[in-house]
């Protein structure tokens, strides 16, 4: 975080406000650091004690006008990591609406995606057994079907994106929360069926209609950011996925050489996680037997905001979110192939059993199975021990 100095420092002219928003972006940071050493000591009211000289401070300069654009950013990263999201997203949300500011386009972009990460911290810190703890929008691209996190760049898997105003309200009925995980799975199975999205979604012109009826300027406002930054920060998965010997995709996440032609896979783990990541959200969209289990739709939640973080942003899972996926994975305590043919028991997610059911296999189950088999304990692995850069 607190990189929004390198962001936008050059659009400002001010060279006084930009050092003034530098310097303070660092009080804040270093600040935040004491804040987080002191708590992990437990020393809770030496900690508060910082807050509460801190908040002092930025309110005596929100007061005096003295924070522009930089600095109501660094303000709401600081809120966000000492864990005060109410806060950070009132100040996310008041340069929002400021008319002052003057954000462009691309800001308005980062703030947003701030907002969706204090969304992200407020419900992992919120984790219970009971209610909704979906954290992010997951979107199904209407050409390939597989989930994503934006529409406001085009699919990493195929490359799509809406091109009208009406297909873009179509894609913002295809999400949560107005379709729930379950049914998101498998409105991604029928279009990889090659059925047209109003066939899959009966009503889904009327749904699109009663969008642009409600909030039009919003839409075109997303369209508008598509069409001026699809190329900005577009990554396409099957470009990393690609041997550089042979052009082949390889498949398996942890595969010590391609399977067409031999040669090294030298991948980082940054990229071995993102290929284990894009295997199992893929598992998902075809293969589970798809439940009600509020555990398994967080799941699919966290790879989907996990998976856009690595490639568009090259950010990693920090430990608060793995710890979240693996308690997710492991609370689902079943994961079961399509017809149940085949059984992952999650009960020790470290030392997983797992069994064929000869009864109820389909003919390509088996090797559906290698794949559960081999991407989960990857996955449990990179969640446990983190990432390596």
């Known amino acids: ?3 929004i100095f390198n962001i936008f420092k050059r659009k400002n002219n001010d060279d006084e ?13 270093d600040n935040a650091a004491k804040v987080k050493s002191l708590e992990q000591l437990d020393r809770h009211e ?3 004690e910082i807050i509460d000289v801190t908040n002092r401070l930025i309110r005596k300069n929100i007061d005096s006008n003295k924070v522009n654009k930089f600095g109501y950013i660094h303000i709401a990263e600081y809120f966000l990591i ?43 810190s919120d984790v219970t057994n009971s209610g909704s703890k979906h954290y992010t929008q997951v979107y199904c691209c209407q050409n390939c079907g597989r989930l994503i996190n934006f529409i406001t760049m085009p699919c990493p898997h195929c490359n799509w994106s809406p091109t009208t105003i009406e ?7 295809l999400t949560f929360p107005y379709f729930k995980i379950p049914a998101l799975l498998m409105i991604s199975r029928e279009f990889k069926n090659k059925r047209p999205a109003t066939d899959i979604v009966l009503n889904l012109n009327q749904q699109a209609e009663k969008i642009l009826s409600d909030i039009r300027p919003s839409v075109v406002k997303l369209l508008n950011l598509l069409n001026k930054t699809e190329h900005k920060n577009h990554r396409k998965i ?3 996925r690609h041997c550089l010997e042979c052009g082949k995709n390889i498949f398996f996440s942890n595969a010590d050489t391609c399977h067409n032609c031999g040669e090294p896979v030298n991948w980082p783990e940054i990229v071995r996680l993102m290929v284990c990541i894009d295997n199992l959200l893929f598992l998902f969209e075809n293969r589970i037997e798809v439940s009600d289990s509020e555990h398994e739709s967080e799941l699919v939640c966290v790879m989907v905001a996990m998976l856009n973080d ?24 079943v ?41 989960i304990p990857v996955f449990v692995n990179m969640m446990t021990n983190g990432i390596r850069l």
């Open 167 to 173: 297909l873009m309200a179509q894609s913002m009925v």
């Open 46 to 48: 030496e900690a508060q």
């Open 82 to 124: 000492v864990r005060k999201y109410n806060e950070s997203e009132l100040i996310i949300n008041s340069a929002l609406s400021s008319d002052w500011l003057n954000l462009d386009e691309e800001e308005l972009l980062y703030l947003e995606s701030i907002l969706n990460k204090i969304k992200i911290e407020q419900s992992l």
């Open 1 to 3: 975080m607190f990189n």
């Open 310 to 333: 690595l490639l568009r942003n090259q950010v990693v899972p920090n430990e608060q979110n793995r710890q979240y996926a693996l308690h997710s994975l492991k609370s689902m305590k």
């Open 335 to 375: 994961i079961c192939d399509k017809n149940k043919g085949f059984v992952v028991d999650l009960k020790d997610i470290h030392n997983l059993n797992a069994y064929l059911i000869k009864d109820d296999m389909l003919p390509d189950t088996e090797g559906y199975a290698k794949f559960w088999i081999n991407e």
């Open 17 to 29: 406000s930009l050092i003034a928003s530098y310097k303070l972006g660092q009080f804040l940071k």
């Open 238 to 240: 099957s470009v990393i």
